[in-house]
């Protein structure tokens, strides 16, 4: 997943698309209707082409609100929803989450092609009517997390938002301390801007101080894995020669570092616990250490960790 640029320096105007749907927004209020989002979480709404101009271009004149684009079809968009869903809930207010079915509203599904994107999951941010693209494709929470705060806290740079208060969440629903922290800061601006040895660095700073700190575990994980990506000659390759030769552990273990960046970690869980299970000696213990690696990317309390960590002590015992 690569987050676009957060400047609102060639941003999107929806003025246009808001004027074009008031009429017809105003004509399904005089028909009346079930309102878009019945039953969905106080931060979460589901929007259609109907009411896309209330619940995303004129909420967004008080709120600023992240549209998630997907479908029942895309794999990696049931990945990426519930954390976008969590992470909306915590931070309780701040922002709106606003999900689309690109499949049931064809003309916003044809709206997101207009403006060159090529596939989804695809998340927008909407702020005072302004649509900024923002990330493409899935990821594990942390990076998730680290996007969205930057975001705001770029928007605030820019004075389209304004300041947190003092000892507030950022908008990622993140903890107090680690915002505060500069050192975060200095990590999570190397990683979304390609200084993956900066990130690093950054994070190893932050474990020599505080061993226990979690969400600085979590970030080194995510970090080491894309650079062990990046040490690739070509992913996709490595992808080919893990198809081609199912009993090459190594072979396996790039593959699966190359399925986690990609953000599919059940894929990558699932093809080191086959590696276990069909391997023996050295190699099955390769497997199984870097299925506990790849583990640390994710929050511990993942229910897909969890289910992985119960097929591995099935595979072992």
């Known amino acids: 997943m690569s987050s676009r640029d957060f400047s609102l320096h060639g941003a999107i105007d929806l003025g246009a698309r808001q004027a074009a749907s008031r009429k017809q927004q105003e004509r399904r209020a005089q028909g009346g209707g079930a309102s878009a989002g019945a039953g969905a979480g106080q931060y979460v709404v589901d929007v259609t082409d109907q009411t896309f101009n209330t619940e995303v271009v004129e909420r967004s004149q008080s709120v600023p609100v992240l549209v998630d684009f997907w479908a029942e079809w895309c794999g990696p968009c049931k990945q990426l929803s519930p954390i976008l869903e969590k992470l909306a809930a915590e931070a309780a207010g701040k922002w709106i989450l606003a999900k689309i079915d690109i499949d049931a509203n064809p003309q916003l599904g044809a709206y997101m092609q207009q403006m060159g994107v090529r596939g989804i999951p695809f998340v927008a941010a909407v702020v ?38 003092e000892g507030e969440q950022p908008a990622g629903g993140g903890a107090e301390a680690p915002a505060a922290d500069p050192l975060y800061q200095q990590a999570q601006e190397a990683f979304h801007s390609g200084d993956l040895d900066g990130a690093k660095a950054a994070f190893e700073g932050i474990l020599a101080a505080d061993p226990r700190d979690a969400q600085a575990k979590q970030g080194l994980a995510a970090v080491e894995v894309s650079i062990r990506v990046r040490a690739l000659d070509d992913p996709e ?75 591995l002590q099935s595979a072992l015992f």
């Open 128 to 165: 005072a009517g302004q649509l900024l693209p923002f990330l493409n494709g899935a990821a594990p929470e942390a990076q998730v997390r680290q996007a969205i705060d930057q975001l705001f806290e770029a928007l605030r740079k820019e004075g389209i938002l304004p300041d947190a208060p």
């Open 237 to 311: 390759r490595a992808l080919r020669e893990a198809a081609e030769k199912p009993g090459d552990v190594q072979a396996q273990i790039g593959a699966a570092d190359v399925e986690m960046v990609s953000g599919r970690p059940e894929q990558a869980f699932e093809r080191l616990l086959a590696a276990v299970r069909a391997s023996a000696g050295d190699d099955r213990d390769a497997a199984r250490k870097h299925l506990l690696v790849l583990f640390e990317v994710l929050p511990p309390d993942d229910p897909r960790v969890a289910k992985a960590r119960r097929s």
